[in-house]
Nanobody, 122 residues
């Protein structure tokens, strides 16, 4: 199974920032998901690469930004104003085809990275 490669996780204090990176090519849809211990995996942000159309979970709107660098085949998740509730394992996911309102559904993505840990302390 194809594996995507994430990087950029770490530990920060509340209010801090981190930028996650994901290297991938050939996909039309990229997403970032996270999973906290004992909780289900949730969609954080997604981007339709051909148009740049993005979607965000309500909990991160205004704080997180998903972007891409097509020349480098990279997708980023800039996370500002981090809160302890943002703590979790963050995964990069990729797939093809339009997703519309299901862009933040984990079941819509076929390929996944191994994850990178983000820890936010209060």
């Amino acid at each position: 199974q194809v594996r995507l490669v994430e990087s950029g996780g770490g530990s920060v204090q509340a209010g801090g920032s981190l930028r996650l990176s994901c290297a991938a090519s050939g996909y039309t849809y990229m997403g970032w998901f996270r999973q906290a211990p004992g909780k289900e995996r949730e969609g954080v942000a997604s981007i339709y690469r051909s148009t740049g159309w993005t979607s965000y979970a309500d909990s991160v709107k205004g704080r997180f930004t998903i972007s891409q660098d097509n020349a480098k085949n990279m997708v980023y998740l800039q996370m500002n104003g981090l809160k302890p509730d943002d703590t979790g394992m963050y995964y990069c996911a990729a797939d093809w085809g339009p997703k519309g309102a299901r862009a933040l559904f984990a079941s819509e993505y076929r390929d996944w990275g191994r994850g990178t840990q983000v820890t936010v302390s209060s």
